[in-house]
């Protein structure tokens, strides 16, 4: 059964993993060719799907793919703010790659080079 409200399809996600974790499965699948992404949550008795095509639906999805993370880390009996708003603002630390080829060589000294 598809769910066309993103609130009640991650609620019930969450009380349905909450009540058996170990029998809960999680699946997103993304089909470039349609551009839609459709996430699952079942237990064997219960599934859950919901469909989407909206870009805007991608941070929805990585609030969910944290929320399971962290109760599968933290047990599913753990008390996990969901409305903590997410750094996106900071960007990942990149090397230039005049730097990336510097580090390697430095860690390269001192090395024999290996036959095989």
């Not at 399809?9 to 997103?28: G, I, T, W």
């Not at 805007?56 to 996990?80: R, Y």
């Amino acid at each position: 059964m598809y769910i066309q409200d993103w609130d009640t399809f991650a609620e019930q996600a969450e009380a349905l993993y909450r009540s058996d974790p170990l029998k809960v499965r999680y699946v997103l699948k993304y089909r470039h060719c349609d551009g839609k992404a459709v996430l699952k949550v079942t237990d064997d008795k219960t599934a859950l799907q919901y469909k989407t095509d909206q870009v805007a639906d991608v941070k929805k999805i990585e609030k969910l793919n944290l929320l399971f993370f962290a109760l599968m880390g933290q047990g599913s009996d753990a008390e996990i703010p969901v409305d903590e708003p997410m750094d996106t603002t900071a960007a990942p630390q990149v090397q230039e790659p005049s730097q990336k080829m510097h580090t390697n060589q430095q860690s390269r000294k001192g090395q024999k080079r290996r036959k095989g």
